[in-house]
């Protein structure tokens, strides 16, 4: 059974960064894409970023020039780096794979992410 769980999320300031980090335990016979989600109080979770095997890689409008996501194709780790953070950054952001022969989407806990100054 895949497990993901991140980490790397914690307090800033406007215009500060994090990096957040996406731990893969368990066996992947078949990775098709991996990304962020987040989601603020009150609101509906939204896709933040997505990269595919080939490594190309695409974001939301909110995001893009500001985050950037990478991962490690040795044992799967899924990272988002985040740049010029702005209050509205503020979530919880959660790690998601599509794994498995059907491409079925597994998710972490999620860790919190508050920009404020």
């Known amino acids: 059974q895949v497990q993901l769980e991140e980490s790397g999320g914690g307090s800033v300031q406007p215009g500060g960064s994090l990096k957040l980090s996406c731990t893969v335990t368990?066996?992947?016979?078949?990775?098709?894409?991996m990304g962020w989600f987040r989601q603020a109080p009150g609101k509906e979770r939204e896709w933040v970023s997505t990269?595919?095997?080939?490594?190309?890689?695409t974001y939301a409008e909110s995001v893009k020039g500001r985050f950037t996501i990478s991962q490690d194709n040795g044992d799967n780790s899924l990272y988002l780096e985040m740049n010029s953070l702005k209050t509205e950054d503020t979530a919880v952001y959660y790690c998601?794979?599509?794994?498995?022969?059907?491409?079925?989407?597994?998710w972490g806990q999620g860790t919190q992410v508050t920009v404020s100054p």
């Open positions: 998601a794979a599509d794994v498995g022969r059907f491409c079925s989407r597994t």
């Open positions: 368990g066996y992947i016979f078949r990775r098709c894409e």
């Open positions: 990269i595919r095997n080939d490594g190309t890689s």
